[in-house]
């Protein structure tokens, strides 16, 4: 007895020697480097007014089944001001909805996307202007690069007629021709996505569909139905993860046994990208559209490693889960629109008094958006069956919560 009462002690002597285990071992991911400002500058131009060439870090990319991205690519003056005014507008734009929910004019869900500017604003410079997206309820800046407007965003986001769905629709269901929103059910949107392409597909257009999700939704189920489809039809569809290392209070290291987004496709390829560096992120677009469309090569899934500065809603502070440390640190370190404004600075592109002006004419039109946004009014009750009936067919009358809450107009 004695003896295995020493035995008894020395396991549990032997356990508390040895670190719990609280959570299934994930599979370790390499995180690629997202600095914001490593794309070298081949050698200066004499001539702005022409492309010139730079080279992307080789460690901005890693690939899964396929070649990688050029690291040399061209850029203009014209197209890097472009980049940085939008980036600097989509922000302030973000920044307005922000200071409007904590005001209460703002109501419900509200997710924004500020620290991820390069990754709409490179996608848009890096796929053309008939290519479908469509992606989840952090969508406002890809609903204005799309086609909208910022009055409209911000108008829906307050529920006035203005708004880009009449104030009815809010802030996850915001649409444009080639902007299929703004979808509020995790991982929904991939499938439509993957409908999309097959649409494309089927009417032979020379187009492509890009269906964005976040780390969160990678594990939804549909997400890989949505693969198996489209690699079994080879449809012209680009799955874009958009992995900001958190869902919704969890870390990616917390929810998903394999935190390589890109490589999560089965057979389909997969190419994973800093986030944070809009030409990496332009040149991951492009490269995406040519497998696609040009290549006809079949589905590509596209890991953007980002980082959003917010929680992940209105809702959330966004610090329960990270330290605010962390956070000052990506803004300080790894900001996209501070690696742009680097680029354009020290390769000679623009002063920084310039930059400056495009920073003012940013913050003039999302101020004035917003004014024109709050004085619009809120939509009427004719109004209200419109874009549900047909027109000319719509009830004369609204029900209220009570079946003899009855309303007529």
């Not at 007629?161 to 649409?175: A, P, V």
């Not at 998903?256 to 809009?278: A, H, W």
């Amino acid at each position: 007895m004695a003896s295995l009462a020493r035995a008894r002690l020395a396991g549990r002597l032997a356990s508390a020697s040895r670190p719990a285990v609280f959570a299934p071992a994930t599979l370790r991911a390499r995180w690629i480097q997202t600095s914001a400002d490593t794309t070298q500058l081949h050698e200066s131009p004499s001539d702005f007014s022409q492309p010139f060439k730079v080279k992307i870090h080789e460690d901005s990319f890693r690939a899964h089944n396929c070649e990688m991205p050029e690291l040399d690519v061209d850029v203009t003056k014209d197209e890097l001001l472009t980049m940085y005014s939008q980036m600097q507008t989509m922000r302030r734009m973000e920044m307005a909805a922000d200071a409007l929910y904590k005001a209460k004019l703002i109501r419900g869900f509200c997710h924004l996307a500020i620290g991820q500017e390069a990754v709409s604003v490179g996608l848009e410079h890096g796929i053309h202007k008939d290519d479908l997206v469509i992606t989840g309820y952090r969508c406002h800046p890809f609903a204005v690069l799309r086609g909208g407007t910022i009055v409209g965003v911000l108008g829906e986001l307050l529920g006035r007629q203005c708004g880009m769905s009449h104030g009815k629709g809010g802030s996850m269901h915001i649409f444009t021709p080639t902007f299929f929103g703004g979808n509020g059910i995790v991982g929904a949107q991939v499938p439509v996505g993957a409908g999309l392409a097959f649409a494309l597909k089927y009417r032979q257009k020379d187009n492509c569909s890009f269906a964005l999700y976040g780390d969160g939704a990678s594990n939804q189920g549909q997400v890989f139905e949505a693969f198996n489809m489209a690699k079994l039809w080879n449809l012209p569809c680009v799955f874009v993860c958009e992995n900001n290392k958190y869902g919704m209070g969890t870390s990616a290291e917390r929810s998903s046994m394999n935190t390589e987004y890109f490589k999560r496709g089965d057979k389909i390829p997969g190419i994973q990208v800093n986030g944070m560096d809009i030409i990496a992120t332009r040149q991951a677009a492009a490269y995406a559209r040519k497998w696609t469309v040009d290549d006809k090569r079949g589905p590509l899934l596209v890991e953007f490693v980002t980082y959003r500065y917010g929680g992940h809603s209105m809702s959330d502070p966004g610090t329960t889960y990270r330290s605010r440390e962390e956070v000052q640190r990506m803004r300080s370190t790894q900001d996209p629109i501070r690696g742009l404004q680097r680029y354009i600075e020290e390769w000679g592109v623009a002063s920084e008094q310039e930059l400056k002006a495009l920073d003012k004419k940013a913050k003039q039109e999302v101020d004035e958006a917003v004014e024109i946004a709050k004085a619009s009014p809120e939509p009427s009750m004719e109004d209200f069956w419109k874009d549900v009936y047909y027109k000319g067919t719509e009830p004369p009358f609204l029900r209220g919560r009570e079946r003899e809450e009855v309303h007529y107009y």
